[in-house]
């Protein structure tokens, strides 16, 4: 989280989750839905929706 002084107090102003997964069997494309379907689907986020700038980084590993 961000936290920054907005009209003399603080403020959480930016939320970024970075992820970095190892599924095996799913594609990239199936492996972004999902993964903005739980940023979507999240609480917090949506407690904080409009109010923070919310992001998720996510990283596929591809198996070898």
Same mark, same amino acid.
């Given at each position: &989280?961000?936290?920054d002084e /907005? $009209?003399?107090a603080p403020k959480v102003t @930016? *939320?970024?989750l @970075? /992820? @970095?997964a190892s599924v095996e069997g799913i594609e990239p494309a199936d492996f972004e839905q999902q993964i903005q379907r739980a940023k $979507?689907? &999240?609480p917090i986020s949506q407690a904080l929706r409009g109010n923070v700038e919310i992001? /998720? +980084?996510a990283t596929l590993d591809? +198996? *070898?």
């Open positions: &989280c961000t936290l /907005v $009209d003399g @930016r *939320s970024e @970075r /992820v @970095r $979507d689907g &999240c992001s /998720v +980084a591809q +198996a *070898s």
